[in-house]
Each structure stands twice: as C-alpha cells, then as structure tokens.
C-alpha cells in the first residue's frame, strides 16, 4: 500500500476520497485554485498545495502544476475522481512515468473506450449488443449512404466527444449535412477531434448502467445496475439503484456481456458500461466510463462496497474485498438527487454566498457535499454543490424518503434546482417507474403549455 495520495480533483468527491484514505490510515494532499482556498477538501486534508487561477486550465487541468505539487509533497499516488483529468489517458500515462500510482483503469483501456469508433470495435468483438451504425464519417458521401443504410431517425456522436457535446439527432434526410456540419464544429470545439460516427437512434429508450470492478489478479465482476433515465439536456439529474423495470432475465444478459467486456480488454479498477435499454427490452452498449461515476453512492448503499476504498486497495495490488463469484443482490434501494445551484426555472448556474444551509438526517440518508453556510459558490465550475443519496426496503419508501429530505433541506444565498426536482419525485409517471430519458423534457413541456 502507498503512504500518501494526492487528490487531482475539487468539491464533494474530492472530500469523498479524502475520507476514504483517512479510513485507510493513508495520508491524503488536496490541491486547490485560488477560487477554492476555503473549500473544504483544503481544510481537511493533511497538506495543501495551491495550483492556479480559478479557470480549470490553469490549475485543475494543469498537469504540470498537479505532478508537481505530488513531487513536492511527497505523494506516492494520485486519485483523479470524476471530470476534470479522471478519464486522461495522457495524464495516467505521465504518473506512471512520474512513479505515481494512478488510482484508476490502465491507460491502454482508457484510451480504447475513450475513443467512441474503437470503443464500438471492441465492444462488437466482445459479443456486447451495438445498435446499427458506422465507423468514422469522412465526406458526404459516407454520410449519405451510411444513413440510407441504417434508416432514419439516426443519431450522429463525436468520436472522442462525451456528456451529448457535439451529438445530433435527425430525422429527415433533408437536415442530415446541416446537422453533421454542426456536429463537427461542436467537437472541433469541444474535443479538438472533429471526427462523427453515425448509430440508428432509439426512441423513447431507458439510460441503465451496469457497474463493473476488476482486480490485478484477474477477478471481474459487477455489481447491478443503476437507472440513470432521468436527465435533462443529456445530462443526469436523478439515479436509482436497481432498476425498477429491468427483468431479471434481462439484467443477466447485461452484466454477463459487461463482465466478459471488462475482461476482453484487461480492465482494472471500477468503470461503468452504459446501455440504451429499448422499449422491446433490447439493451445496447451507449459508452464506457473509465472512472468512479458521480451516482456511485447508489451502488453503495444497495451493496455495502464502499467503492472508493476498493479503487484503493485495486491500485495498491490487493484483491477485491468480496468473493467476485458471490451474486451480490441489491439490498432494498436507492435515489441519488444532484442538488445545483442554478435558477430552477432556466437553469442558468447561480453562484453566490450560502448564507443558510440546513442539510436533511435521519435513517437512510446520505448527504455528499462540500459546502457549508459561509461557503462562495465559485462561478468557475459546475454547479454541483451536494447529493442527496436515500436508502429504504423499495423504491416507494426510498421515494418517500427523498421527499422528505427535499422537504428538510435548506440552502439560502443562491438559488437551487429543489423545487425542479420536487416536481420530478411527485410527477405520476416518476412513481410509477414509467418513464425514458426524454421524460424531463416533456415534464417541461407540460409545465410551458400550462403557463
């Protein structure tokens, strides 16, 4: 086991690790912009190392600053989190050069599922479901035939793009170059790769994610699902643990094919493989994430892992702590609610001084955070400031539960998106189970017809 871990990263999962390793008895080294001197993750780990400015560029994407900061304080890993550097093949790359142990997947893998054309080869060659689609789109011509072939609607997604930047959905040939146009402009932009490939579009599907861990002494395993189709503009708002609707007969085929996945590549640590479940009950790999997901702590609390730890001891050379063979049931279940500071109505981010802040309690629930009353809310980075994780004996007593801690909770100075997400937990189709990932948007929808 090493002796001192730097954290790469800002906010409540910088906190999260850092609780981790005191638990562990390892040393733990923040590193911190200048926007974020107060925060807490400063306060509580053993030392402190300011990097930059407030942009991320210049300090939490500055891996010069952050492979020093590791040098100078004697860190002997570095634990990326989610964002920021957590998915960078280059920067586990230099860690290892750098003799730090990068707490997460090899960087082979990272760059294999990083890339969306190659991550769809691997995945084929795995036996993983694919929705009909392409390799790489280079003129107009292979646009054309390509979308004749599969028939629309099609969805066109950047080869090396992630979080919907640069995705296009079209459903008439007619609108078919200007959106591929666009697509390459957006991931030029974003991703500095202008490179589309083109998949058949599923309507109306559900977004599951299985949870997958292995070990340096080939164990490989997962553990359940989790229900990740409540999201707004493509990005996650709410998340369960398990599924309400996923038959049994279907979860198997899904975490065998991403077991065996995980293998076919030589994966290591914690990562998730990420499904587009059709409203026929087909499933079809979306993507892989290479990391801890933000919604870990549903997993969490339906397994009893505490995933962070177990990247640890992963990266230290140790063994799973749990037997991979054992089928680990989920236990009762559990919502994860993504707390912003944004104006709920526009959802325009919304920094500013927390001037109240009372958090919910009780039996089964968890609060993720890194803020406190005093604390600023930077305007420089996303607008995550908690999560809410409830855990009961089923979804209906796990949603009431959730109510009740919106209920409770209390954050004055900026605004925040609870009234948004009050409206998600008591809408019908929510307590039924009977949504898809354009639920949100029709919830809105209703919402601007009525007013």
């Known amino acids: 086991m090493f002796r001192k871990v730097l954290v790469a990263n800002r906010g409540e999962i910088a906190l999260r690790i850092i609780r981790a390793c005191k638990e562990l008895g390892l040393e733990t080294v923040a590193v911190h912009s200048t926007a974020d001197t107060d925060a807490l993750h400063v306060k509580f780990a053993d030392q402190a190392v300011c990097i930059g400015p407030p942009p991320s560029r210049q300090s939490y994407l500055n891996v010069p600053m952050i492979i020093s900061a590791a040098e100078v304080t004697g860190a002997d890993a570095i634990h990326p989190g989610y964002g920021f550097l957590s998915e960078n093949a280059d920067f586990a790359e230099v860690c290892r050069k750098c003799k730090l142990t990068w707490i997460g997947p090899p960087p082979e893998a990272m760059r294999l599922m990083g890339d969306k054309i190659r991550a769809r080869e691997a995945m084929a060659k795995a036996g993983v479901p694919m929705l009909p ?117 279907t979860r198997k085929k899904m975490t065998e094919a991403s077991v065996k996945a995980i293998e076919a590549i030589g994966y290591t640590n914690v990562g998730t493989m990420e499904y587009l479940l059709d409203s026929d009950g087909s499933f079809y790999f979306m993507e892989m994430n290479t990391r801890l997901q933000v919604e870990h702590p549903v997993t969490e609390l339906v397994t009893g892992l505490d995933l962070v730890r177990e990247q640890i001891k992963i990266a230290a050379g140790e063994p799973l702590s749990f037997d991979h063979k054992e089928d680990r049931k989920p236990r009762g279940h559990a919502i994860e609610l993504r707390i912003n500071a944004e104006d709920p109505n526009n959802f325009a981010p919304w920094p500013g001084k927390i001037t109240a802040l009372h958090m919910p309690g009780g039996l089964g629930v968890r609060v993720d955070t890194h803020v406190y009353a005093g604390y600023v809310v930077p305007p420089n980075y996303d607008s995550m400031i908690a999560k809410v994780i409830v855990h009961d004996v089923d979804r209906p007593a796990a949603i009431r539960r959730a109510r009740r801690c919106l209920e409770e909770m209390v954050i004055e100075g900026p605004r925040t998106n609870i009234p948004f997400l009050r409206r998600i937990i008591n809408h019908p189709e929510f307590i039924r189970g009977d949504f898809d990932t354009g639920f949100v948007a029709r919830m809105l929808a209703e919402r601007s017809s009525a007013a």
């Open 133 to 249: 689609g392409t390799s790489g789109l280079h003129d107009e011509i292979q646009l054309l035939e390509a979308a004749s072939r599969i028939g629309f609607p099609v969805i066109l997604k950047a080869s090396a793009g992630g979080g919907g930047r640069g995705m296009k959905i079209v459903h008439e040939k007619e609108k078919l170059l200007e959106a591929w146009s666009m697509g390459r402009t957006e991931a030029q932009a974003a991703f500095g790769n202008p490179e589309m490939f083109m998949e058949r579009y599923c309507q109306k599907p559900r977004h599951i994610e299985i949870q997958v861990i292995g070990d340096k002494h080939g164990h490989y395993t997962h553990l359940n699902e989790r229900e990740c189709s409540i999201q707004r503009r493509h990005q996650k708002v709410i998340e369960e643990a398990p599924s309400a609707v996923l038959p049994e007969e």
